[in-house]
């Protein structure tokens, strides 16, 4: 039987990911310790979202949870601890900002903050927060028309990749001589092992105790994973061997790997690495 093998949560979207052992499942993705799954997210000077398709340095901007604040790190930076407490409503800014076709309001965070961003990416920027009262949900084409949230993920609440796809992947980029890849990669939300390589893609539900998940869509893949998350830097792009079987025709021919996922029940339940996965298939 699968196991889950990864839980990762992404505090800020396209920055480094946050590796837990347990972590509390909501219909918009991840949650730990009050923190959800790309809820803040770095803006241009016009309010569109940064990502490390423009700006790779940012998988070098690592955070973590630290009592009543998110703590952050970047090379040659002093930290950066940015809280987690909401603003007063007398004191709240808000920015529209844009992340891929949707718009919508935010918190914008202090100017001390935007600066530390600016200096870490060599580019004008802010940070910002996904604000409560915002709405934004999946593309309705791949949920069966349910509203399913989501905050600055790309277009859906979890992403899910089995280890037996990426193994395949390795022993092709190998076999040309070429060095494996990393699943991080492909920043997944979820990893199952004990799976066998896309079986993923072909399974109508993810069960776990208590909650279950079902993958809605391939993820087509941008250049992304050719980035370095250890170094910032792009490197070799596994792209153009997955190219060569993973053409999707579902996503009019995209190069697709891993599943996203939405919740079908147990929103509140507790995801732990460790636990068995019953994959239900597609009849």
């Given at each position: 039987?699968?196991?889950?093998?990864?839980?990762?949560?992404?505090?800020?979207?396209?920055?480094?990911?946050?590796?837990?052992?347990?972590?509390?499942?909501?219909?918009?993705?991840?949650m730990s310790e009050q923190i959800y799954d790309r809820e803040w997210m770095i803006v241009d000077e016009n309010g569109d979202a940064l990502t490390q398709r423009e700006y790779p340095k940012m998988a070098l901007i690592a955070p973590r949870i630290k009592a009543d604040?998110?703590?952050?790190?970047?090379?040659?930076?002093l930290r950066l601890e940015v809280p987690l407490g909401l603003p007063a409503p007398e004191d709240e800014k808000l920015i529209r900002v844009q992340v891929w076709d949707d718009q919508v309001d935010a918190?914008?965070?202090?100017?001390?903050?935007?600066?530390?961003?600016?200096?870490?990416?060599?580019?004008?920027?802010?940070?910002?927060?996904?604000?409560?009262?915002?709405?934004?949900?999946?593309s309705k084409k791949w949920t069966n028309d349910a509203e399913v949230p989501v905050l600055f993920s790309d277009g859906y609440p979890m992403l899910v990749i089995g280890t037996g796809s990426l193994e395949d992947l390795n022993e092709k980029l190998v076999a040309q001589g070429r060095s494996p890849v990393p699943m991080n990669r492909f920043r997944p939300n979820l990893v199952f092992s004990d799976i066998a390589p896309f079986e993923e893609d072909l399974a109508d539900v993810y069960q776990f105790e208590g909650a279950a998940l079902k993958p809605v869509k391939p993820?087509?893949?941008?250049?992304?994973?050719?980035?370095?998350?250890?170094?910032?830097?792009?490197?070799?792009?596994p792209l153009d061997i997955l190219g060569t079987y993973r053409a999707n025709p579902k996503v009019d021919g995209s190069i697709t790997f891993g599943m996203n996922a939405v919740v079908?029940?147990?929103?509140g339940s507790i995801l732990r690495v460790g636990q068995n996965v019953g994959v239900d298939p597609v009849f």
């Open positions: 039987m699968p196991i889950l093998t990864e839980l990762n949560l992404y505090p800020i979207k396209s920055c480094a990911g946050i590796s837990l052992r347990e972590a509390t499942l909501t219909a918009a993705g991840l604040t998110l703590e952050l790190r970047a090379p040659g930076m918190y914008d965070c202090d100017d001390t903050t935007a600066l530390w961003f600016s200096n870490a990416l060599g580019v004008k920027c802010r940070l910002v927060r996904f604000h409560p009262d915002a709405t934004r949900y999946s993820c087509p893949r941008c250049p992304l994973p050719s980035v370095d998350q250890a170094s910032g830097e792009f490197g070799p792009d079908l029940n147990g929103e």
